[in-house]
Structures are given as structure tokens and as C-alpha cells.
């Protein structure tokens, strides 16, 4: 299984922004820490919006997991929006139902992303795990500090 850790921000909503994930191919026990770290990688856009950063995240680290020749079949998708855990795994399905519009028949903000989030995991089995930000998770926690280098880079 593919461990992927995610993180976005931004400083100032909207406002400059980063995003960053972390790719492990297998957690260890919490005694060895011989987890296997594949990938990490970071990334800003200048006027953005947090949650735009947090989606940005989870694809980047989707687009890079589809380039890789040995990928699991399986992949955990760790982050602390529930923005992104619940539209991908909830939400998302009545919106593609209702072309698009949330149920006080609106748009769906941030559609282009979630349309391409839903076309990178089409097939895919992804478990959307989400974990509390800024509570000692080793990984969310190295993404935070990746995602605010990608902000400062601005």
C-alpha cells in the first residue's frame, strides 16, 4: 500500500499559497521508523485559496504516484482537510448527479479540481483517511513545514 501524506495553505485566504505531500511506500512499527519514504514534493501559486492548495496536493501527489512503474494498488490518502475528505468521499458523487451543483443548486467551487481529482482516482482503491492537523502525525506534520518553505518561496 501507498502512504500518501497532504497538506495546503495559505497565508491569507485568498492569498500566496503552497501545498506539499509525502509519499511512503510502507509504515513501519513506530519502535523501528524504517518507514520507506518514496517522495516528497512542494510546490506555490501566488493568489490561490487553502482549499484549492489542499486539493493541489492530492493531486500532484496522484499524478506523481501514475508515473511511478511499481505503484501499489492500493493507496491511503492522508490529510487534514475535511474539505477534501468528504467531497471526494461523500460529496462528490451527488454533485456529478446534479451536473456540477451543490444541493442549494450552485456551482460547485474549485469544480476544475474536483473533476480531476475524480479522473485521477477513477479504478483506484483510495481509502481517504483524515487526521488532525498540527497533532504530532509525523507526516502531516512534515507537509505543514514543506507547505510554509513553498509559501516563504514566493
Request: aromatic share 8%; charged share 25%; net charge negative.
Amino acid at each position: 500500500m501507498i502512504h500518501i501524506y497532504t497538506d495546503g495553505g495559505c497565508s491569507g485566504n485568498p492569498g500566496p499559497g503552497g501545498w506539499a505531500f509525502v509519499m511512503v511506500d510502507e509504515i513501519s512499527s513506530e519502535i523501528s521508523g524504517d518507514d520507506k519514504v518514496l517522495l516528497e514534493k512542494w510546490g506555490a501559486e501566488k493568489e490561490t485559496t487553502n482549499n484549492r492548495m489542499e486539493m493541489t496536493a492530492v493531486i500532484k501527489a496522484l499524478e506523481e504516484l501514475e508515473t511511478m512503474k511499481d505503484k501499489s494498488g492500493r493507496i491511503a490518502v492522508y490529510t487534514d482537510s475535511q474539505y477534501v475528505q468528504k467531497g471526494i468521499s461523500q460529496w462528490i458523487a451527488d454533485w456529478k448527479k446534479k451536473g456540477w451543483k451543490t444541493s442549494d443548486k450552485k456551482p460547485v467551487k474549485n469544480q476544475d479540481l474536483w473533476q480531476c481529482l475524480d479522473a485521477l482516482t477513477a479504478g483506484q482503491q483510495v481509502d481517504w483517511i483524515w487526521v488532525k492537523g498540527h497533532a504530532g502525525n509525523k507526516y502531516n506534520e512534515r507537509c505543514d513545514a514543506l507547505t510554509q518553505k513553498a509559501i516563504a518561496s514566493l
